[in-house]
C-alpha cells in the first residue's frame, strides 16, 4: 500500500520555498511575475540545482512499492528518473554560466524547460486520474514518458514537446516565450550563431570571430531568470505529487481487483 512506498528525501520544507508573490491563483510560486521582471541570479539557481541533486535517490523497487499494479512503480520512476535528468542538467548549466560558456548554458537551459514540462505533465496526469477516479489513460501517459521517441527507438511516439510547453504556460505566464527565446540560441539562428560568435567591425569591414560579450548578457538576462523558473516550478510539481499518492493507489489496486472478478 501507500506506506510501503520508497522514502524519497524531500526539498526543504514548505516554509522555506519561494513566498508568493504572484497575484495569479494559478501561480502560487509568483514564478510569472519574476520570469517578467528578470530578477534571480546565478547563487539562486545554484541553490536550487544542489536542492535537488540533495533529492536524488538511487533506485526504486517495485517490490519496495508493494502494490499488484505496475502503474504506482511506473509513475515513481518517471518522476525520479526526471528529478535525476534536472539535477544533471541544472548542474551542468550553472557551470556552463559560471564560465561564461554561454550558448551551452542556453542550450542546457532549454532542455531543462523541455524536462520541467514533462515533470508537469506527468503530474496533470495523476491529478486527472485522481480527479476523475479512474486510471484509463494512465498507463499510456506513463509509457509515452518512459518509453516515447521520435527516432523509431521504441513503438511509442513521442509527445511534442512544445504541446508540453504550452501546458505549463496556461498556468505560469511567460514560459513559451522564454522557450522560444532560448531555441533562437539552440538553432544556427542570428542569436545562436552570427550574435554568439562574431563582432562586426564595419570600418575595417573585418568580422571578428569568438564568444561575443553580448552572448554573456543575453544568459544573464534570460537563461539564468529562465533556468531558476524551471527549478521552481519543477521542485514546486515534484513536492506536490505525493498528496495523490494513496487515491491513485487505491484506484489502481481496485482496477485490479475488478479484473479478478
Known amino acids: 500500500g501507500p506506506s510501503s512506498w520508497p522514502a524519497v528525501q524531500p526539498f526543504a520544507p514548505a516554509d522555506s520555498r519561494p513566498s508568493p508573490c504572484c497575484r495569479s491563483t494559478h501561480d502560487p510560486l509568483g514564478v510569472s511575475s519574476r520570469m517578467a521582471e528578470h530578477t534571480t541570479t546565478l547563487d539562486q539557481a545554484d541553490q536550487l540545482a544542489r536542492r535537488i541533486s540533495g533529492s536524488l535517490v538511487s533506485s526504486v ?37 559560471r564560465r561564461r560558456e554561454s550558448v551551452a548554458a542556453v542550450l542546457l537551459t532549454r532542455a531543462l524547460l ?6 508537469y505533465s506527468l503530474a496533470a496526469a495523476l491529478e486527472a486520474c485522481v480527479a476523475a477516479k479512474s486510471v484509463a489513460g494512465v498507463d499510456k501517459a506513463l509509457m509515452n514518458v518512459l518509453f516515447g ?26 514560459y513559451r516565450w522564454w522557450y522560444d527565446h532560448l531555441s533562437e540560441v539552440a538553432h544556427p539562428n542570428y542569436s545562436g550563431l552570427f550574435d554568439a560568435y ?23 538576462k534570460m537563461g539564468i531568470p529562465a533556468l531558476c523558473s524551471a527549478l521552481e516550478i519543477a521542485i514546486h510539481v515534484y513536492d506536490e505529487m505525493p498528496q495523490h499518492f494513496p487515491v491513485f493507489v487505491s484506484l489502481c489496486e481496485a482496477e485490479i481487483s475488478a479484473g479478478d472478478a
Open 149 to 174: 521517441s521520435r527516432n523509431e527507438m521504441t513503438s511509442e511516439v513521442a509527445t511534442n514537446i512544445l504541446s508540453r510547453i504550452d501546458k505549463v504556460d496556461a498556468h505560469f505566464k511567460g
Open 61 to 97: 523497487s517495485a517490490a519496495e512499492i508493494g502494490t499488484l499494479s505496475k502503474l504506482p512503480w511506473k509513475l515513481v520512476s518517471a518522476r525520479e528518473l526526471l528529478l535525476h535528468r534536472l539535477s544533471s542538467l541544472s548542474a551542468s548549466a550553472v557551470d556552463c554560466y
Open 114 to 119: 523541455e524536462t520541467t514540462a514533462m515533470l
Open 198 to 220: 562574431g563582432m562586426l567591425d564595419t570600418a575595417s569591414a573585418t568580422l571578428r570571430l569568438g564568444p561575443n560579450p553580448s552572448m554573456g548578457e543575453f544568459g544573464e
